[in-house]
């Protein structure tokens, strides 16, 4: 049998594993310059561990909603039946988008005893600025499910009211997030009015729970969910998660006790609590 001469044995590996299937991309990648040839098995490598990677992270994904249904959907499947016939939770619960402050981790809201509605700076708009999916969502948990109570969660560091408290008054943002926070833009002015001797930081977190009780204030706009509050039907609260001591307050609108009639009204609130 004739010597076959296989070269370096490390580029045999990645012909093997790279081309097995694809003779075509062999021949031009062979025709090319070394150093070119070396940048594309290089890249088509990094290609592999970059696939590789992606499925080790659906496999991690996998395990967890297996280990969901084991441990939690069978030995609670009773109560899934239920749900599947239909909802009733008790709470609508407008929450941030950030990734680290997910409302049911936090709060272990189980399958079913929250409606959660998840956006950039969980910012509330007003009934007057059009459709959103926000207040689609606060439409169908208030006059279709019947939710008890609507909560709205601020928390810290939060890069949506950190944008906000970057605008300019005089500046109409063309991106898509500066266009959504600016419907926080009062809560931005109340906190450059009350805030304005305190550092960058501090406002941010001052206009984080600024911007919580606008949310609540924008809710009352909506004129079912202020005869729902009104006849006792509907009650709104507000929250602030504080993760990096972990922390919680929570506090409640006093409709009766508020003024909101005037422009100016003032909010009045009952039953805060500080959670730690």
């Given amino acids: 049998m004739p010597f076959i001469a296989l070269g370096n044995c490390q580029d045999y590996l990645i012909d093997f594993v790279l081309f097995r299937g694809h003779p075509d991309l062999k ?3 062979s025709n090319g310059p070394p150093e070119l040839t070396k940048e594309f098995q290089s890249d088509q490598l990094n290609d592999v561990a970059k696939t590789e990677s992606k499925s080790l992270l659906f496999d991690e994904i996998k395990e967890r909603f297996l280990s969901f249904k084991k441990n939690n ?4 499947l009773k109560h899934f039946e239920n749900l599947s016939k239909g909802q009733a939770p008790k709470f609508l619960v407008i929450a941030c988008a950030d990734s680290r402050v997910c409302p049911s981790n936090i709060l272990g809201f189980q399958p079913g005893e929250a409606f959660v509605v998840r956006n950039v700076a969980n910012l509330v708009p007003p009934y007057e600025g059009g459709p ?3 207040n689609a969502a606060l439409e169908f948990a208030v006059n279709s499910i019947k939710v008890e109570n609507i909560l709205v969660i ?3 560091c939060c890069g949506g009211i950190r944008a906000l408290m970057s605008m300019h008054d005089d500046v109409e943002s063309s991106s898509f997030i500066g266009s959504w926070v600016g419907v926080g ?4 002015i109340s906190t450059k009015a009350a805030a304005s001797k305190l550092g960058f930081d501090q406002q941010c977190k001052h206009c984080e729970k600024e911007s919580v009780n606008f949310s609540l204030s924008n809710l009352l706009t909506y004129p079912w969910i202020e005869e729902k509050v009104n006849e006792g039907e509907l009650t709104i609260h507000g929250g602030y998660y504080d993760f990096v ?4 307050e929570k506090w409640t609108l006093d409709y009766q006790g508020s003024n909101l009639k005037e422009k100016s009204g003032q909010l009045a609130f009952r039953n805060r609590s500080f959670w730690s």
């Fill in 154 to 156: 601020g928390h810290s």
């Fill in 185 to 188: 833009k009062n809560a931005r």
């Fill in 132 to 134: 959103s999916e926000t």
């Fill in 73 to 76: 959907y069978l030995r609670n």
């Fill in 27 to 29: 021949l031009r990648a």
């Fill in 245 to 248: 001591d972990c922390t919680f």
